[in-house]
């Protein structure tokens, strides 16, 4: 994403909070607020061009597990995300038109709720019926998988096991289906 859409981004967000409900936006505020006290420990963004592992496994919201291994050779979207964030709430439709219009072509989509609670993940799931993988990034998946800091992040991991994208913030529509050229 080029920086100054970014920026315009953030000033919308910052904007967008301020002229919001107070209940609302005090819960938005607060959330924002412990993230980016979390972030400031956050890892960096992994480098273009870098190997990354996933690990082994990985346990779904849904009680079922992923063998990444079964993934060798696709492309795979890891996607940091929150129910209660604005922004992933916009960006995670379009992950699902990727997903369904992609998947056949070898991609994968794996999206990591940062909730406090797993709890809270399977109602807004219900609401929304996303059909790719969903893991909650609980403490022991976060140290295989640490999240870089903002929200929602995107990493696109190439067939061949190398980082081709690492976005922090929302993605818009045209930028997620641009995915589709590391197919």
Known sequence: MNPQRRTHLKWLAAALAAASAPVWAQSVAEQAGALEKKDKK???LPKEG???ALPPAVELIDGTT???????GKVVVLEYWAT???FCARQMPHVEALYQKEHHRGLEVLALSIDKKAADIPPFLKTK???FPVAWLSPALA?????PAGLPVT???GRDGR???AESGEMFAEDLAGIAKFL
């Not at 992923?66 to 060798?72: F, I, N, S, Y």
Request: aromatic share 14%.
């Open 42 to 44: 956050a890892v960096p």
């Open 50 to 52: 870098s190997l990354f």
């Open 66 to 72: 992923v063998q990444t291994k079964d993934w060798a």
């Open 84 to 86: 209660w964030c604005p």
């Open 129 to 131: 019926n996303y059909t």
């Open 143 to 147: 140290k295989v998988l640490p999240k």
């Open 155 to 157: 990493i696109v991991i």
């Open 163 to 165: 980082v081709k994208l």
